[in-house]
């Protein structure tokens, strides 16, 4: 492997490490509430149970767990693919 070549899948690498770091920040700091839930409980009104199923197949993109997950797996396999694809083409 060329040292240019170890460079960039270290970056890969590092831009991978960042997203993982930040999106366990993320969730930690969301938690599994929804952002009207959470702005509920910021000023004091009654928080209701969420009427309707919505989101894509029954999921909703806040506060859930597997949607994070399918978000960081979609990054990552992203990454992945742009990397592999440079590798394919070569430097230049």
């Known amino acids: 492997m060329e040292p240019r070549e ?3 899948l270290l970056l890969f690498a590092l831009i991978l490490l960042l997203a993982a770091i930040l999106a366990f920040a993320v969730y930690r700091m969301t938690g599994p509430l929804g952002i009207e839930a959470r702005y509920n409980q910021a000023v004091g009104l009654p928080t209701g149970g969420e009427e309707g199923g919505g989101g894509l197949f029954g999921f909703s993109l806040e506060g859930n767990p ?3 997950g399918v978000i960081l797996g979609a990054l990552v396999l ?3 693919f742009t990397f ?3 590798k394919r083409q070569g430097p230049g």
């Open 84 to 86: 592999l694809r440079w």
């Open 66 to 68: 597997a949607a994070y």
């Open 78 to 80: 992203l990454s992945l």
């Open 6 to 8: 170890r460079k960039v």
